[in-house]
């Protein structure tokens, strides 16, 4: 079984600096893919971005990027220039490559405040 | 383009009764998952929907079962309610053919039913 940990139950951050959130999981799979979602306090899910385990080359969208260290099996998000509209739970999440289906399996989250 | 819906939006029901959710998938999406999210948790994976079949269940007793529609909708079904059942339960809806690489498993959630079990 896959397991995914968020050790920082809680951040905050000042409106236009930088954040980074950390995730790691534990998994014996060589092929699986990872997630960064945002949940508002609206409740709806919202993909951040995505991070193909055998691509060496970090994700990145916009003001969102990863920094992912497969053999540590570690997967931080970076949040650049922080917003007001960044406040929300994120959660890191990992899925595993097959053909039994496709199980997200998330983390616990990490509530980020972010202020003016 | 409509994205994932969920009914109801809010749902109370007794202990020991029976409720039914459904989902309506992102339109082109023929695979739908359901989660359980209890309060202050991540989301927890129930089971996942593909062609009419359950393809994929998580750690949820037989309490908890569903159905695939031929139009790709789905309901989620949970009997014998007890107070634990409380939660938000969320749907998301992707591709379920793989041979498009990492994108077919880009799940996409709907907005959630928020169950509380009296």
């Known amino acids: 079984a896959q397991t995914v940990t968020q050790s920082q139950p809680e951040m905050s951050v000042q409106e236009a600096e930088t954040v980074t959130l950390s995730c790691t999981y534990d998994t014996s799979e060589n092929n699986y893919y990872l997630f960064w979602y945002k949940q508002p306090p609206s409740r709806q899910m919202i993909l951040v971005i995505r991070?193909?385990?055998?691509?060496?080359q970090n994700a990145t969208e916009n003001r969102f990027s990863v920094n992912f260290q497969k053999a540590a099996k570690s997967f931080s998000l970076k949040i650049s220039d922080s917003q007001l509209g960044d406040t929300a739970m994120y959660f890191c999440a990992f899925m595993k490559h097959g053909d039994s289906g496709y199980a997200l399996n998330f983390g616990k989250g990490t509530s980020l405040l972010v202020t003016p | 383009d409509a994205g994932v819906t969920q009914s109801p939006t809010h749902l109370i029901k007794t202990r020991g009764q029976q409720v039914t959710l459904r989902c309506s998938p992102k339109s082109g999406h023929d695979t739908v998952s359901w989660y359980q999210q209890a309060l202050g948790q991540g989301p927890q994976f129930i089971f996942q929907?593909?062609?009419?079949?359950?393809?994929q269940r998580g750690n949820f007793p037989d309490r908890f079962s569903g159905h695939q529609f031929p139009n790709y909708s789905s309901e989620l079904n949970v009997n014998a309610l007890l107070l634990g059942d409380s939660a938000l339960y969320l749907c998301?809806?992707?591709?379920?053919?793989?041979?498009?690489?990492?994108?077919?498993?880009?799940?996409?959630f709907g907005p959630g039913t928020r169950l509380t079990v009296t």
């Open positions: 998301a809806s992707s591709l379920g053919g793989g041979a498009a690489g990492p994108l077919s498993y880009e799940q996409y």
């Open positions: 991070q193909e385990a055998y691509k060496q």
């Open positions: 929907y593909y062609e009419e079949e359950e393809r």
